[in-house]
């Protein structure tokens, strides 16, 4: 599970954003101060932190230099946004960030240098054949439904069907150049429909791979990588 804190000011733009935010081993925590920040930093131990130079509370410097410091608080990566002059960029620097992007930020490109530094892998988008066995129903199902993307970790599928966070399905599918897959998983998160997005979404995590499945899904997720303009300049 990769734990990301982000101020509320940057989560705003990045809501529209169909992102690997939304991913089931993402954990994603907002902040409005750098106090909240430190705070949440201190209980949560999270792995990327992307923040605005000017957020209330302490100094941005004050807050990076409080977790630069602290053994068991430093091992987290640092984006920065602030604005493009030469006041703002010299005090960015100071702050030893991972990273600064300019105002107006691009959100590809933010949320591009994120998954660089968590180094999540890219997930690719297929439809796939899932057979259902919920737990306490002895009647199998099968129907197809959208995975917005896949990992060896798991896949978010969307779907008209309705879920409970703990049933397990049985995921059968093809992927090119593979013959039919199979793999176990459990639903870990839900999401709820919107006007631009109708239909459920769940977040199921893989809880069985086979050494051939996950073979085949990490070179079909490699392929797709390479393709995709997330790929690392």
């Known amino acids: 599970m990769k734990k990301i804190l982000i101020a509320d000011a940057v989560q705003s733009m990045l809501d529209r954003e169909n992102s690997f935010f939304q991913?089931?081993?993402?954990?994603?925590?907002?902040?409005?101060?750098?106090?909240?920040?430190?705070?949440?930093?201190?209980?949560?131990?999270?792995?990327?932190?992307?923040?605005?130079?000017?957020?209330?509370?302490?100094?941005?410097?004050?807050?990076?230099?409080?977790?630069?410091?602290?053994?068991?608080?430093?091992?987290?990566?640092?984006?920065?946004?602030?604005?493009?002059?030469?006041?703002?960029?010299?005090?960015?620097?100071?702050?030893?960030?991972?990273?600064?992007?300019?105002?107006?930020?691009?959100?590809?490109?933010?949320?591009?240098?994120?998954?660089?530094?968590?180094?999540?892998?890219?997930?690719?988008?297929?439809?796939?054949?899932?057979?259902?066995?919920?737990?306490?129903?002895?009647?199998?199902?099968?129907?197809?439904?959208?995975?917005?993307?896949?990992?060896t970790a798991g896949l978010l599928i969307e779907t008209e069907r309705a879920f409970a966070e703990g049933d397990r399905l049985v995921c059968s599918f093809f992927l090119p150049d593979s013959r039919q897959l199979v793999a176990h998983g459990v639903v870990v998160r839900s999401l709820k429909p919107t006007a631009q997005r109708p239909l459920n979404r769940y977040g199921v995590k893989f809880t069985e791979l086979t050494p051939e499945v996950k073979s085949a899904i990490e070179t079909f997720v490699e392929k797709k990588y390479q393709q995709s303009h997330w790929k690392p300049s």
């Open 23 to 151: 991913r089931s081993d993402v954990k994603l925590f907002s902040a409005t101060t750098n106090d909240e920040i430190l705070a949440l930093h201190h209980a949560e131990k999270a792995n990327l932190i992307i923040t605005q130079l000017d957020l209330p509370g302490m100094s941005c410097e004050q807050l990076c230099s409080t977790i630069r410091k602290d053994r068991n608080l430093r091992d987290v990566s640092l984006i920065l946004l602030c604005k493009d002059d030469e006041t703002d960029l010299e005090r960015s620097s100071r702050c030893n960030p991972n990273a600064v992007l300019t105002h107006p930020v691009d959100a590809h490109q933010l949320l591009e240098k994120a998954q660089q530094l968590l180094q999540v892998p890219w997930r690719g988008a297929f439809r796939v054949l899932l057979r259902v066995n919920i737990e306490g129903n002895s009647r199998e199902k099968a129907f197809f439904c959208r995975s917005e993307n896949i990992s």
